[in-house]
């Protein structure tokens, strides 16, 4: 019964995550959903400025006790009131309140992309990384493995004096050195899977075979995190609008409907009281002096505005200048992969026809052990660049202003 039970996990054991499965764990950690609860609250807070500007409604009472009795101050009394207060006009603040909620709004959102980009561009680093590492770790395993065979062949020649000493002290030398750049490697493969862990927020075991898609470039798309200070510039300068809107005048309406429960000791004051009283009020103002507080207030937001607006500049030509240089990159790494796979098919000829030599005893081990070397050197570095191809292909997605994640296949 256990080796049954045994046999239905196994499974989950050898079960590991491919590219697109990593990216939708990465997708979902905390650092991400608490950018989307901040833009949840950004909303809330919209809401609640827009909630604020609808007509106000206010009821209450007012209980009143007094010692000296008169005509308008009964002995004591309660007044029950209902008030309804509407801003008609506050010099365009209200308009430039909701546009500027709206643009802080969508440069969250452009901020949570840009977030999220980032975060699977993480991932699709230390993906190819990973099997990178692990193809150099493999071609080094088979070398030290052909040096070990060689040791151990020359040590039967050793032991009958038909090779010398410091033959066998060479392939001692490049096995520890080809030792050390194994730990080396094995010490990057951990770091990667540390780091994915980090960021899918769970152990992983990595699935090859994931790619990424090319891309079709087209001059209208802009990186989230341009578009996020697109947004700021506009949110900043609404609230220049707004702090400047006190100059104008504003208009409200006010209604006031009180109900009257008065009791008068002296009856004579009694009977000239009201029970009930309507107020209607239409009322303006205007602030047509404060010491230029206003207009200094109004000027510091728009130096924040101009400021930005710089910024904004600087950041969008980085920007282009990026997604060329990540374009050349991806050429450059393209002309690699053909020049790795002719150095490759060529070492590996040179190799074969050294070892043969070496067998013979046409070359000494000098000659042999660098023809190993160049052979799984050029091995690996062919499949470091092929795994940097896919990422060069999302440094250009990412760049571009393309979701990352919707690239893998």
């Known amino acids: 019964m256990k080796k049954l039970y045994l046999c239905f996990l196994l499974p989950l054991y050898l079960y590991g995550e491919n590219l697109g499965e990593l990216l939708e764990l990465s997708l979902h950690n905390q650092l991400i959903e608490s950018k989307k609860r901040d833009v949840d609250s950004l909303k809330s807070a919209y809401s609640s400025v827009e909630n604020k500007y609808l007509p106000k409604v206010t009821i209450g ?32 603040k209200k308009n430039a309140t909701y546009k500027r909620y709206e643009n802080s709004i969508k440069s969250a959102k452009e901020n949570l992309k840009i977030l999220k980009n980032n975060v699977a561009l993480q991932v699709i680093t230390y993906y190819f990384n990973y099997f990178s590492f692990l193809a150099q770790k493999e071609a080094k395993q088979k070398e030290i493995e052909q040096l070990q065979a060689q040791y151990r062949r020359l040590k039967r020649f050793l032991d009958v004096g038909t090779v010398t000493s410091d033959e066998i002290d060479k392939i001692v030398a490049r096995v520890e050195n080809a030792n050390v750049a194994l730990h080396e490697i094995e010490l990057h493969i951990q770091t990667v899977i540390h780091h994915l862990h980090y960021l899918v927020a769970k152990g992983v075991r ?21 578009k996020a200070l697109e947004y700021d510039m506009q949110s900043i300068l609404f609230n ?32 000239s009281s009201v029970d009930t009283q309507n107020v209607f009020k239409v009322n303006l103002a205007w602030n047509i002096f404060d010491f230029g507080a206003t207009r200094d207030a109004y000027e ?10 710089m910024r904004y ?18 050429n450059i790494t393209k002309l690699k992969i053909t020049s790795a796979t002719l150095a490759l098919k060529a070492s590996v000829s ?24 160049e052979k799984y050197n050029a091995m690996s570095f062919l499949k470091k660049a092929q795994y940097d191809l896919e990422i060069k292909k999302a440094n250009i997605i990412y760049h571009s202003g393309k979701n990352v994640w919707e690239y893998v296949k």
């Open 61 to 92: 009472a007012i209980y009143s006790d007094t010692n000296k009795e008169t005509p308008s101050v009964p002995d004591n009394g309660l007044v029950s009131y209902a008030n309804i207060n509407y801003v008609v006009y506050d010099g365009g």
């Open 206 to 226: 990595l699935d090859p075979g994931s790619t990424i898609d090319n891309i079709e470039l087209d001059d209208d798309t802009k990186r989230a995190d341009i």
């Open 240 to 271: 220049a609008r707004a702090v400047k809107s006190t100059n104008y005048p504003m208009l409200s309406l006010d209604n006031t409907f009180s109900k009257y429960d008065l009791n008068y000791e002296n009856q004579i004051y009694e009977s």
């Open 300 to 309: 510091s937001e728009y130096k924040k505005y101009k400021a930005l607006k």
């Open 313 to 330: 500049e600087y950041e969008k030509n980085k920007a282009n200048v990026d997604l060329q240089l990540a374009m050349k990159s991806y």
């Open 350 to 373: 040179t190799y074969e026809t050294v070892e043969k030599k070496y067998q013979n005893g046409l070359v000494d081990n000098v000659a042999y052990l660098e023809a190993l070397s």
